[in-house]
C-alpha cells in the first residue's frame, strides 16, 4: 500500500505552479515588443543634488550652489530580449542649469553699500548614454513594471571654467568664484530605475523614476570673499557631486503591420 505523502505531493504541486508561471512570464516577456517597435523616443526630467560647500567664518555672507534642474531629450533602443530580461541603451541630449546664488546682508561689511543677494542661472549642453538591464514582471496584457540598472556615460561641455561668477561694488570686487581648469571630458555613472511599462492600441509608454550616481564629481572650484570692510578675507570650496534623481516618459510606437491587421 503506498502511503499518501502530503509534503511531497504541496511540493510538487507548489513546483509545477512556479514553473507555469516562469513560463508564462517569460513568454509574455518575449512578447514585450512583438507589438512595439524596440526603439522609443524619450524626454526626461532630473534635479542634481545641490553643492557641498566649506562653511565660511562669516554669517552675514554666503555662496550657494543650489540643487540643479535638468531636461532632456532622446532615444532609446531595446537591442536584446531573453525571458524576463531586457537590456537597452540610450542616447540623449541634456540641457542643464547651473543655479548658484550670493548673499551680502550687513552694511558694515562694504563701504556704502548695504545689502545684496542675488541668484543667477546659466546653461550648459551634456551628452549622456546609459546602458540598463531590467528584470520585467508582467502583470496584466497591458501592464507591467520592471526594476533594473546599468551604466551611464556623459559627455559635458564646460563653459567659462576660469573665474566663473564674480560680484564688483563701488569698482571694487568682493567676491570671485573659480571652477577647476582640467575637467574630463567624459564622466562614467551607474544609476538604478524602476519603471511601468503601459501597453495602448496605438503606443506603449514606459515611466521610470531613475537615480544616477557619478563616479567623479560633476563640479567643483573655490570661492572667495575679499575686501569687506569689516571682516577678513573668507575662502571656501565647492563640489557638486553630479547625482540626480530623474523621471522619464518613453513612448515605442506600435508596428504598423500588426496594427491593420489587428
Do not use: C
Amino acid at each position: 500500500m503506498v502511503k499518501f505523502n502530503l509534503k511531497l505531493v504541496a511540493m510538487s504541486l507548489g513546483l509545477i505552479a512556479i514553473l507555469k508561471t516562469e513560463k508564462i512570464i517569460a513568454q509574455h516577456t518575449d512578447n514585450l515588443f512583438n507589438d512595439y517597435h524596440k526603439w522609443g523616443a524619450v524626454i526626461q526630467y532630473n534635479i542634481f543634488e545641490a553643492a557641498n560647500l566649506t562653511p565660511t567664518n562669516n554669517p552675514n555672507v554666503n555662496y550657494e550652489l543650489f540643487k540643479n534642474k535638468l531636461f532632456a531629450v532622446g532615444i532609446s533602443y531595446n537591442f536584446y530580449q531573453y525571458k524576463n530580461w531586457n537590456i537597452k541603451a540610450e542616447l540623449q541630449l541634456q540641457w542643464y542649469g547651473h543655479h548658484d546664488g550670493l548673499t551680502i546682508l550687513k552694511a558694515e561689511n562694504i563701504a556704502d553699500f548695504n545689502y545684496f543677494d542675488e541668484s543667477t542661472i546659466s546653461h550648459d549642453k551634456m551628452g549622456y548614454m546609459p546602458i540598463s538591464v531590467e528584470y520585467i514582471y508582467l502583470k496584466k496584457e497591458s501592464f507591467s513594471f520592471s526594476v533594473g540598472g546599468g551604466l551611464g556615460l556623459t559627455y559635458y561641455w564646460h563653459y567659462d571654467v576660469s573665474g566663473s561668477s564674480g560680484l564688483e561694488i563701488n569698482d571694487t570686487v568682493v567676491f570671485e568664484a573659480f571652477e577647476r581648469e582640467d575637467y574630463p571630458l567624459f564622466y562614467f555613472s551607474n544609476h538604478l530605475q524602476t519603471s511601468v511599462y503601459f501597453k495602448r492600441k496605438s503606443f506603449m509608454l514606459q515611466t521610470s523614476l531613475i537615480y544616477k550616481k557619478s563616479y567623479s564629481s560633476f563640479k567643483t572650484g573655490t570661492y572667495e570673499f575679499i575686501n569687506l570692510k569689516s571682516s577678513p578675507d573668507i575662502n571656501g570650496e565647492f563640489n557638486q557631486s553630479g547625482d540626480f534623481l530623474g523621471v522619464s516618459l518613453t513612448i515605442y510606437p506600435k508596428k504598423r503591420l500588426n496594427k491593420i491587421l489587428s
